[in-house]
């Protein structure tokens, strides 16, 4: 017999069908479900089964709370939207959190300083410019960085969050009103100067087309365009880039300008069209879920309208439970991060085949 | 004088917190890992040591400090180092990408940690905040003797026993990773993984030692927040992450260097509260002075990149899963 067979042999895959994959996949999400199932058991002793049709009530049981879902998953999309062509670059964009608190800060300065003297459709345009610029500058800064001096890039990104943090505090009590509440509040609540207007009577319906046509433009724009294709060799490797005649700064840094301009979108979204009021709970850590939902669609920003809807379901549903059984919200957390992990470790189950040393290769080898 | 000892101290036992959390983001770096869960871990370490705390004075008739203080750390300890062992599953087994797999983590151990924070004491059938007093003055507890010798007494015998703990830590780590033979070799790992294996050293087992001892770490930072800073209470403000994540600045700041990170640490706290000590100041600027901090670590972070010396880079194979047939 040889001892000398490791007990677990991995190997990776040169290929597997797609729709292995997604099997793999919902697997995980199965598994994921049934751990969360059992987490929320022990907590509430509710019947893991009427657990999710709990969810289900919390996330689609009106339609009021359907339209809630599709106005976060919009929002939660739009920032991956964003984040990816900054990843297809392997560029570890992590300060989507400040680029969409820029871009809901230039929002809000517009709307609260020209609220009086423009028209909605003239804020509506300012709003949409300062949003993509000041979410622009916020990517720009460290891929100037990288790109001249390679800085570490996801470090460089992580602390601009918090820069993006503070100054959106510094302009909270700057604006805030009524003074000494420590919060913006509504912004032209009597006026609705500068709203996202109603469309079909829907008030979160203009959120959602804005997002689905950013959504297909990014898919064509990674996919067939020139720059898209840059952004793939640079991405899988630089030196071929160089060789090819790519200027590699200017992709990066113009491929960061991009990145950061639509997570400012998302800030201009949240507040002009959802919260229409300023806070740090604008991203509220959307930035960084944004992050895994990006990474796990693999860049197809068609998978990631289902990574993006599941995790708001989730969170929506858990929520729904917790205020059921006087928790708090946070177990929308728990649930997400249980998701996340069966979803992360399903990816080794895809990119390598795992086989267990057998019996029968045991007689082989002493045959 | 007395302000500015009144600011050292605090800067101290806010140092004090974030320190726990970047020796142990060292350690773990310096294995190659670039753990971005460290919140998640602070979160993790706090919440096991506050609800093993209030278990135990729940259930014990006359709870004793020194018996809940070492439930407390035991429980903080295993809590985060296992948050850590997933991590390390996750990125080292299962090859999953870090930076993804930390963010996870973050959200997932600051979601633990505040439901249970939140809704412990509901779910126990009490009512309001949760508060574990006996315990926490156990571990707020100085030699009187020492901490009434004036100015001096204040400034360095005043603090609980986990503020010269952390400082042993940091000294320990420098001197594990400099001088001893395992320290030397978590380095090549961190370094080039594939000549560290060429070599002979074990890559996987030092990648999850590493790691969970380093979770380990940085879960105390978020126990003695929890016990020392607010006292044995819990809030779900999210102060816990707001700190994690100036501890990641802080390896960066410390260029990978424990020992420097103890001075640093506190020169953070000293830049965090000084706008308390500075007259004249309104609410919006306050705000401005808390970015101190981040801006000075995203300076060092370029200086560290023009300079290109070699002492101040970080770990050259941080953030990438090592495969050895890949190679």
Known sequence: MNRHEPLIHIAKRDSIAWWQAWLVRLGAVVLALLTSALFIYALTRLNPVKVYGAMWEGAFGTPRRAWITARDTSILLCIGVGLAPAFMMRFWNVGAEGQVLMGGCATAAVLIYCGRSLSTPALLGLGLAASLMAGALWGIVPAVFKAKWNTNETLFTLMMNYIAIQLTCFFVTKWENPKGSNTVGIINQKTQAGWFPDLAGQQYLLNVIIVLTVTVCMFLYLKYTKQGYEISVVGQSENTARYAGISVRRVIVRTMAISGAVCGLSGFIAVAGASHTVSTSTAGGRGFTAIIVAWMSKFNTFVMILIALLLVFLEKGAIQIASQFHLNDYASNVVEGIILFFLLGSEFFIQYSVRFRSRRSEKEAEA | ?327
């Open chain 2, 1 to 327: 004088m007395t302000q500015l000892i009144s600011l050292l101290t605090s800067a101290i036992v806010f140092g004090t917190v974030i320190l726990y959390g970047a020796v142990g983001e060292i350690v773990t770096e310096k294995s190659g890992n670039l753990n971005l869960g460290v919140p998640g871990i602070m979160y993790l370490g706090g919440i096991a040591g506050v609800a093993a705390a209030f278990f135990y004075e729940m259930h014990a008739a006359e709870p004793i400090g020194i018996v809940g203080l070492l439930l407390s750390f035991a429980a903080a300890l295993a809590a985060s180092m296992l948050g850590g062992l997933i991590y390390a599953f996750l990125t080292i087994s299962l090859r999953a990408n870090q930076n993804v797999t930390g963010l996870t983590l973050t959200i997932f151990g600051a979601g633990l940690a505040n439901l249970f924070g939140g809704s412990l004491n509901t779910l126990a059938g009490g009512v309001g905040q949760i508060s574990v007093a006996v315990t926490s003055r156990a571990y707020r507890a100085y030699i009187p003797a020492l901490a009434g010798l004036g100015r001096v007494g204040q400034l360095f015998f005043s603090f609980g026993f986990m503020a010269y703990l952390a400082i042993a830590v940091a000294l320990g780590a420098s001197w594990f990773l400099n001088r001893s033979r395992a320290g030397l070799n978590l380095r090549a790992v961190g370094e080039d993984p594939a000549t560290a294996d060429a070599a002979g050293v074990n890559v996987t087992r030092y990648k999850y030692a590493a790691t969970c001892v380093g979770a380990g770490i940085s879960g105390l930072g978020g126990l003695y927040y929890a016990m020392d800073y607010i006292k044995g209470t819990w809030s779900t403000d999210g102060t816990i992450e707001a700190l994690g994540w100036l501890a990641v600045a802080l390896v960066i700041f410390a260029t990978w260097r424990p020992a420097r990170a103890i001075w640093s640490a506190y020169l953070f706290g000293v830049l965090y509260w000084a706008y308390n000590y500075i007259t004249g100041l309104s609410r919006a600027s306050i705000e401005l002075f808390k970015m101190l901090p981040y801006v000075v670590t995203i300076l060092v972070l370029v200086a560290v990149s023009l300079r290109r010396s070699k002492e101040s880079q970080p770990p050259k194979s941080l953030g990438l899963s090592y495969f050895r047939e890949e190679r």
